[in-house]
């Protein structure tokens, strides 16, 4: 009876045992009769000030479904979700299912404390971005109800910046109406630089250079220089941040020369490409990513003394996600991107083309020293 009642078969019968002795044997039943599982009479709030019908909009536990445990962890959650709105940040949300006759009634807790609003907003750290970009990216001003989600999604909006190695959004603990801010900014300078030999290419140099928060809006100018024995590459790049629905713009410009022998002692093969790109990307919900961008190249090709001139424009769209617990050697989770790229003659492009190319990569774990990995990949 007991194991039954756990499973909510509150109706549940279970009569004496039955003994029975034949040929040295003995045979015991157990009558049961179960009846069916508790079902949802009522749902009522202890505690609440909140009007009944909001909450039970916000619960969404319909009167009459079988009991579902972990339906009611479901509904916490959301009026938990509810009570934050509303400025509760202290709000506690417990539940219980009590017996009524067969069914259950659903009973939530609800411990409101105090509500919450942001009266002003304290700013720490700053040395050279404005004050303006700040206030513009976090997504709260004063009057706006204290809403611990929206903290969290601020901190990720100042880190998402790339001006910021630090960044803690929280009520004071003096003041709860007071909200702090505080940050610790990146280097304004960063630099890098490679060096790497392979039979075929020789000696490889990469040059690496970051120009960051120019002007104290978060702008970021960057430079690369890459040059091996056939191989000449310069790019320049100006990143702008995360400041609309249109998510961080980057827009660059670049120069590619190639000069490579078609055989020892035998004419050179020159291609120098020239050209431009935008791109932005955008953070979606459930870890999804958006990047969207247009480039066009100008490609010219000389071979003795016939030359050719091309262009290419294109625009591409990408939709990826990515759940590793590490990128590099990923023992679960998994990688799905998509790729769209279009290059129609209207823009001016000297190859009409469509190009799609997806991918997908998963990891299991097997046990503790084993791991499934599987990747496919599509391109037409």
């Not at 000696?203 to 104290?216: F, H």
């Not at 078609?262 to 431009?276: A, C, K, R, S």
């Not at 299991?364 to 391109?379: D, E, I, K, M, P």
Request: avoid cysteine; proline fraction near 4%.
């Amino acid at each position: 009876r007991s194991a039954y009642r756990k499973r909510y078969y509150l109706a549940v019968e279970v009569e004496r045992p039955v003994v029975r002795v034949a040929d040295g044997q003995v045979f015991i039943s157990v009558p049961i009769r179960e009846g069916q599982p508790a079902r949802v009479r009522a749902v009522r709030f202890s505690g609440a000030t909140q009007l009944p019908e909001d909450l039970s909009r916000a619960a969404q536990i319909e009167i009459g479904a079988p009991y579902d445990e972990s339906l009611v962890l479901d509904a916490v959650s959301r009026l938990r979700d509810h009570y934050w709105e509303r400025g509760y940040p202290r709000v506690q949300v417990s539940a219980s299912a009590e017996p009524a006759g067969a069914d259950l009634d659903v009973v939530f807790r609800v411990t409101e404390a105090s509500r919450a609003a942001v009266e002003s907003i304290e700013i720490t750290g700053l040395t050279q971005t404005r004050e303006s970009l700040v206030r513009s990216s976090i997504g709260v001003k004063s009057g706006d109800s204290l809403d611990p989600r929206k903290l969290a999604t601020a901190e990720r909006k100042l880190l998402a910046l790339g001006t910021f190695s630090r960044a803690t959004v929280a009520p004071s603990p003096n003041n709860p109406a007071v909200l702090r801010v505080e940050v610790e900014e990146e280097a304004r300078v960063a630099a890098g630089y490679q060096l790497r030999y392979n039979d075929d290419k020789g000696v490889t140099a990469d040059l690496d250079a970051e120009l960051r928060n120019l002007l104290g809006r978060g702008l970021t100018l960057g430079t690369r220089y890459r040059r091996s024995a056939d191989e000449e590459e310069i790019r320049g790049s100006l990143q702008l941040p995360s400041l609309s629905a249109l998510g961080n713009l980057t827009a660059s410009a670049f120069r590619i020369a190639k000069d490579v022998p078609l055989e020892e002692g035998g004419p050179h093969f020159t291609q120098v490409e020239t050209g431009v790109q935008f791109q932005a990307g955008r953070r979606l919900p459930d870890r999804w990513d958006l990047l969207y961008g247009y480039r066009f190249k100008n490609s010219k090709v000389t071979l003795d003394e016939f030359a050719t001139v091309t262009s290419l424009t294109a625009l591409d769209v990408s939709l990826l996600r990515d759940t590793r617990d590490n990128p590099v050697n990923a023992r679960r989770g998994h990688f799905l991107s998509g790729n769209l790229e279009l290059s129609p003659a209207a823009l001016g492009s000297y190859h009409s083309f469509v190009k799609g190319f997806a991918q997908a990569f998963a990891s299991h774990t097997l046990g503790s020293s084993f791991t499934w990995a599987q990747g496919y990949r599509l391109g037409l």
